[in-house]
């Protein structure tokens, strides 16, 4: 499926906008990597709230919900920040929830 519906947060601003972006999205491994390793595909004045060396140690999908368990980089982003802009993408895709975990603890 490809998403045409992405949200990137405003340099200008440092609030979330929908932004449109030439890139595929099939999975939610696909949606994490385009907020942190992919990130450069977001238009100029427009950047992700996550910091680019998080690593995705395991995802999982169940009922339309995405569970994903990272590495202590996540501490340098806007968490919410971050987890709000997976979920606002991510609807395209039909995903209702987003979690991050980091030690088996949810942080949001």
Do not use: R, W
Not at 41 to 55: D, K, R
Not at 65 to 93: H, R
Request: net charge negative.
């Amino acid at each position: 499926m490809e998403v045409s519906c992405f949200y990137a947060v405003a340099d200008a601003t440092a609030k979330l906008e929908e932004v449109y972006i030439d890139y595929d999205i099939q999975n939610e491994i696909e949606l994490f990597e385009l907020y942190t390793k992919y990130q450069n595909h977001f238009p100029l004045g427009y950047s992700s709230p996550a910091n680019p060396n998080i690593t995705l140690l395991k995802s999982d999908v169940q009922k339309n919900q995405v569970s994903y368990e990272v590495d202590n980089f996540i501490f340098l982003s806007d968490i919410p920040l971050f987890q709000q802009a997976l979920l606002f993408t991510g609807k395209a895709l039909g995903y209702e929830e987003i979690h991050i975990f980091f030690n088996e603890k949810q942080l949001i």
